[in-house]
């Protein structure tokens, strides 16, 4: 699997720029950043870990293996094409959206998929200033490879605690004003396990997590779940997510089996070291964000 180019492009020019060039072309360190608010633990993640975010959710979105057909056609349905309210968090530097939008865009210059237009507007929330910086960078760079392929993209990026209620608020009022002009809403929630289950935040951040979904449900609306395949998020946080779905079942429910979480792996190319490659691991929880 490769990155699509002017994603490849877009975080090279911006490592060189950080001067993180050579820290991101040298040895990864064990166990992998996972990243935080300063300065210092974003640019760990950002040279050494943000590739492997990109290339899971790509790997969310082409399925090459057939492992997560229920997430790969939820994605794609979302962004074929129309009017769409892209809720990224934590978007980190934007790691999600890059994939998501610009393997869309590959798939069109490649004529894989068709050429409709897509407009969509990006809410990104995210606690860490120095990776909404990153992120704004990288989407500010690639919007005009995505216009080639009539993706018209804008973005937001919010300053967004889930442990805050008042933080939460304000991120979805941000949402409420996008879905206003906006036909769908898709939510992508990524690289949440280190926070929420090993750092043991999870019952904390709960009722923001139950507000932001709820606020995002709605029609055809949808969530995606996105996490490193590792037994703390298969093991540990989504089972702690399937028990509140009936708790939540006026606005979220789980399209996967209940049985089984989806999971796949693929090599993909490093995008500083081609062809030098790395495993994307991925578990995923694609949810149907319905409101009764």
Not at 25 to 41: K, M, N, W, Y
Not at 136 to 158: H, K, S
Not at 232 to 253: D, E, V
Request: include cysteine; charged fraction near 20%.
């Amino acid at each position: 699997m490769k990155i699509p180019p002017p994603v490849c492009i877009s975080y090279a020019a911006v490592i060189k720029h950080s001067n993180l060039f050579e820290a991101a072309t040298g040895p990864r360190p064990d166990p992998a950043p996972v990243g935080g608010i300063s300065q210092e633990l974003t640019d760990l993640h950002f040279a050494h870990a943000f590739d492997g975010s990109v290339a899971r959710a790509q790997l969310a979105l082409i399925d090459p293996h057939n492992d997560v057909p229920i997430t790969s056609a939820t994605l794609l349905r979302f962004l074929s094409g129309g009017t769409l309210c892209l809720t990224d968090v934590p978007c980190g530097a934007g790691a999600a959206s890059l994939a998501l939008l610009g393997s869309v865009a590959q798939l069109r210059r490649e004529q894989y998929l068709p050429r409709v237009p897509l407009y969509v507007h990006i809410v990104g929330g995210e606690i860490s200033a120095p990776a909404r910086a990153y992120a704004d960078q990288l989407l500010t760079a690639i919007l005009p490879d995505l216009e080639e392929e009539a993706i018209f993209a804008t973005f937001e990026l919010c300053d967004w605690d889930v442990l805050s209620p008042v933080s939460n608020s304000e991120l979805i009022e941000r949402i409420i004003l996008s879905k206003a002009t906006s036909l769908q809403t898709l939510v992508v929630v990524c690289n949440f396990n280190g926070f929420l289950e090993r750092a043991g935040k999870k019952n904390e951040a709960r009722p923001q997590l139950a507000e932001l979904f709820r606020f995002c449900s709605g029609g055809t609306n949808a969530a995606v779940w996105i996490e490193p395949k590792m037994n703390a998020a298969t093991s540990g946080l989504f089972p702690w997510l399937k028990n509140l779905f009936p708790r939540w079942s006026a606005f979220l429910r789980f399209l996967g089996s209940q049985e089984n979480d989806e999971t796949s792996e693929c090599n993909y190319e490093l995008p500083l070291k081609a062809p030098s490659t790395a495993v994307a691991r991925l578990a995923v929880l694609p949810i149907d964000l319905v409101k009764e």
